[in-house]
Structures are given as structure tokens and as C-alpha cells.
């Protein structure tokens, strides 16, 4: 059995990508790398880094072992960052891991490098591996992760369960004059057919929603700026319970405004409870002004109103 420890260059290319396939592909980590493309470009980024350097390790010529990864200059020293190191499946726990890695050890030592910096999940086996093989953590060091995924959209008639579920979860929330009849599917329908509901999703489910209303009894009260007219109204904004407080409803009423500005409108005006602080608190932040108030569906409310 030949075994050859070598530097990987893009001719690997192909090769590398099957070989991280198969190793992620099953359990712990069962990640999803049907995609070829998108597989593709994710080898030829991470392998084709400024500063890049690759090791692999084959028997009798089959890639069986690869790390890839960079040299990164700082403060401390010169490191080698790992980004993916990886086995075959079927070549796993019988030492093969360890001597590779201790093979990329002696190689960037003898490059004069500090140290080697990688990162895993804690929950995993590769997290007791590379305690056992010294590394360590680094403390209050963490990774962060910020899903720019979540997008807000015209709502459609697909959406209607959803929309419904997320209003019924409103109702007996402080401030919330809704009940299990209103809104209704009729309040929905209308909305949509005049394009006027927006949704935010966050991986397919629908999170938030908002509606640009058509309320006569709303946009007769005198409070409202002639100036400022042609208006809009906002109405309906509904936030998924858990999703409070992280800033949604603010995205939201952004959109909303966005789309208000776009349909040559000068102003946008909405209600609000006078003892709803959290929402006030927002509001003001996105520069409303109340300019009167009044007594609207059971409540006493506040008129707020911003220039577009």
C-alpha cells in the first residue's frame, strides 16, 4: 500500500469535491451537497484563497484525506487556518486523522508558522478529536452568523393559511384589540387582490406580515397633515411571538414605507395604542411624529404620522 502525503492544486480539483462530499455527507453532519455547481464553487473558493495551502493524502493514488486552507498573517504570528479538513468515511478510525494532521503539523512548523487555527462544531466527534490531538479552545472566542436569507415579499393567496395563523397568534397579546374574527380570510383576500399585504419569510415560513389599508374612516380624521396628502396607511403589522423584540416589525415598517414612496405617496400614517410603549419606542426611531389622537376600534388610540 503506497501512501503519499502532497500539496493539492486545482488539477485536485474534481477529486477533492467527491472526497468532501462523501465525508460530509453522512451522519453526524448530513450536509447536502447535491448541488453540484454550487459544490464546485465552494472548492474553488476556499482551495483558491490568496495564501492558499492544501495538503492531501492519498493510497495507492486514491485521495483518501485533505485539508484545506490558507495562510493567514497576525498580530501573534503566522497560522495556517484550516477551512475544511476531512476523511473518507470508510478509512475513519483507524488512526489515518491523526497521522495526517500530525504530518500538516510538522509541514507548516517547518514553515515557520505559530500555529494552526480551525473551527468545528462542539457537538460533534471532530470536536473531542482535535482536543485529543492538542488543540484548544479559544475562550471567549465565538463564531457568529447573521441570516441575511429572510426576505419580505408581496404576499399571495398560497400564503393565506399562514397569514391567518400568524394573525390568530396576536390575539390576547397586550395592546391587541384582534380577535379570532378579525382580521378574517375576507380582510386577507381583500388585501391581496389589491397587492396591498407584505410577508417576511425566514426559510419558507412566513414570520411577519404588514398591509398597506384602504380605510376611509382612518384617512378622514382631520388630524392628518392636507399637506402631506396624498398618504398612506399601514395596518395589520403581526409578528410571530418569538420573532418580537429582534427588530421585525422595524424591517417591516421600512418595507411598507419603501413601497408607499414607490406609489408616489407623500406621507404614511397608521394608529396606535397610547399604552403600547414598545411600539412607540419603535416608531420614534423611525422619526414618526403624533399629531393627534382618537378613539378607534375600542381603543384610545395615537395618530402618528411620517413625511415619505
Known amino acids: 500500500m503506497k501512501e503519499e502525503f502532497l500539496l493539492l492544486s486545482e488539477a485536485d480539483l474534481p477529486e477533492m469535491a467527491k472526497l468532501f462530499r462523501e465525508a460530509f455527507a453522512g451522519e453526524p453532519w448530513k ?10 464553487l465552494y472548492m474553488k473558493e476556499i482551495s483558491g484563497a490568496y495564501n492558499c495551502l492544501n495538503f492531501g493524502l492519498k493510497i495507492d493514488g486514491r485521495l483518501v484525506a485533505m485539508s484545506v486552507g490558507s495562510i493567514r498573517h497576525w498580530w ?15 478509512m475513519q478510525g483507524q488512526g489515518l486523522g491523526s497521522r495526517f494532521l500530525a504530518m500538516i503539523e510538522e509541514n507548516v512548523r517547518r514553515k515557520g508558522m505559530a500555529g494552526i487555527f480551525l473551527q468545528t462544531d462542539s457537538d460533534k466527534p471532530a470536536f473531542q478529536f482535535y482536543h485529543k490531538m492538542g488543540f484548544g479552545d479559544l475562550g471567549a ?6 441570516n ?8 399571495t393567496p398560497e400564503d393565506r393559511d399562514d397569514i391567518l395563523s400568524l ?25 391581496l387582490s389589491k397587492e ?16 398597506i389599508d384602504d380605510d376611509d374612516e382612518v384617512d378622514r380624521l382631520s388630524v392628518w397633515d392636507k399637506k402631506l396628502a396624498p ?23 421600512q418595507y411598507a414605507m419603501e413601497v408607499l414612496r414607490e406609489r408616489n405617496s407623500q406621507s404614511v400614517h397608521f394608529l396606535v395604542n397610547i399604552k403600547n410603549q414598545k411600539a412607540i419606542r419603535a416608531y420614534a426611531s423611525l422619526g414618526f411624529r403624533i399629531v393627534g389622537s382618537c378613539h378607534m376600534f375600542g381603543q384610545d388610540m395615537d395618530c402618528y404620522e411620517k413625511e415619505l
Open 231 to 253: 398618504g398612506g396607511a399601514l395596518a395589520r403589522l403581526a409578528v410571530l411571538p418569538e420573532k418580537q423584540g429582534l427588530g421585525v416589525a422595524k424591517s417591516m415598517l
Open 141 to 146: 472566542h465565538v463564531s457568529l452568523y447573521k
Open 31 to 40: 450536509d447536502d451537497w447535491s448541488d453540484e455547481e454550487q459544490l464546485a
Open 196 to 211: 396591498n399585504l407584505f410577508v417576511m419569510k425566514e426559510g419558507g415560513r412566513i414570520i411577519a406580515a404588514i398591509s
Open 148 to 155: 441575511l436569507s429572510d426576505r419580505i415579499v408581496k404576499g
Open 167 to 191: 394573525y390568530r397568534a396576536q390575539v390576547g397579546q397586550e395592546f391587541c384589540p384582534w380577535t379570532e374574527e378579525y382580521p378574517s380570510v375576507e380582510t386577507i383576500d381583500y388585501d
Open 76 to 90: 501573534e504570528g503566522t497560522n495556517y487556518n484550516i477551512e475544511e479538513l476531512c476523511v473518507l468515511p470508510e
